[in-house]
């Protein structure tokens, strides 16, 4: 029972299945090389000589990320996020809010403050988003606790 290797060491069997050619290994490195001579083309902060043309103000697209980006896709979902939030604050306001004479439900900032503080910490945040949306309006630039705890807040829809 007389072999070739060590004892105890394990047989290494990575030369027997692993076979990689000289070729592979070339065209993967001049594809790789390839999309990096292209990507470099149209990075601003590269040394290279073609510049991708500036989208200028004033013209489509101008101050958005590119169509299909990831900073689209996180734009996306920050905006729903938002959405659901002031659609989450309508909410609250008509159920502890009182109808006014002009039917519309109303409540005063304080007692919104105290209710809304356990849903979120953002609530002056979202007030002005909605305020922007035309979904409410309030008196004053910003609101704050303690001082504008009379203010009324209406909802318009």
């Not at 958005?64 to 996020?81: C, I």
């Not at 109303?106 to 919104?112: A, C, D, E, P, R």
């Amino acid at each position: 029972m007389e072999t070739d290797e060590a004892p105890g060491q394990p047989k290494d069997d990575r030369a027997e299945t692993c076979t990689v050619s000289v070729k592979g290994l070339t065209e993967n490195w001049q594809k790789w090389s390839n999309d990096h001579c292209e990507y470099q083309k149209h990075n601003p902060f590269s040394n290279g000589k073609v510049t991708p043309p500036q989208i200028q103000r004033g013209q489509e697209g101008y101050g958005r990320p590119l169509e299909g980006s990831k900073t689209e896709q996180r734009g996306k979902d920050a905006n729903s996020h938002i959405s659901r939030e002031v659609t989450e604050l309508c909410q609250v306001i008509r159920e502890i809010g009182a109808s006014g004479d002009d039917s519309r439900v109303s409540v005063q900032f304080g007692t919104l403050f105290e209710r809304y503080v356990n849903i979120s910490n953002k609530l002056v945040g979202v007030l002005l988003r909605a305020r922007k949306q035309g979904l409410l309006n309030f008196e004053g630039e910003m609101l704050w606790q303690g001082r504008d705890d009379g203010v009324l807040i209406t909802l318009l829809q």
